[in-house]
């Protein structure tokens, strides 16, 4: 059974950092390319990084490029998403999902979600 957790969340003050991470269980999973989405209540869940399955290419919004930074490691079965110079508009409920495709940018590609972690910004 494929499983994905998110941990890490929480309330920052602009300007801080926060480090997700995501725990995959029941697959290979170097196998996998993994991605980060977000999702508020008033939006769609959008795309916010993404990362190859040895880890040797990336890919981010372009809103978020230059602050947030994902990883993996694949011994640990885990990606993390590290988080710098938050705004206010980072707010939401973060996800990380697993695709067999190339690195995908589009939420229907990814097969498996975790549960999701809330990070919120204040101002």
């Known amino acids: 059974q494929v499983q994905l957790g998110e941990s890490g969340g929480g309330l920052v003050q602009a300007g801080g950092s926060v480090r997700l991470s995501c725990a995959a269980s029941?697959?290979?999973?170097?196998?996998?390319?993994m991605g980060w989405f977000r999702q508020t209540p008033e939006k769609e869940r959008e795309f916010v990084a993404a990362i190859s399955r040895s880890g040797g290419s990336t890919y981010y919004a372009d809103s978020v490029k230059g602050r947030f930074t994902i990883s993996r490691e694949n011994a640990k079965n885990t990606v993390y998403l590290q988080m710098n110079s938050l705004k206010p508009e980072d707010t939401g409920t973060y996800y990380c999902g697993d695709t067999t495709k190339v690195i995908s940018i589009v939420c229907v590609d990814y097969a498996y979600w975790g549960q999701g972690t809330q990070v919120t910004v204040s101002s």
């Open positions: 029941g697959r290979t999973f170097s196998t996998y390319v």
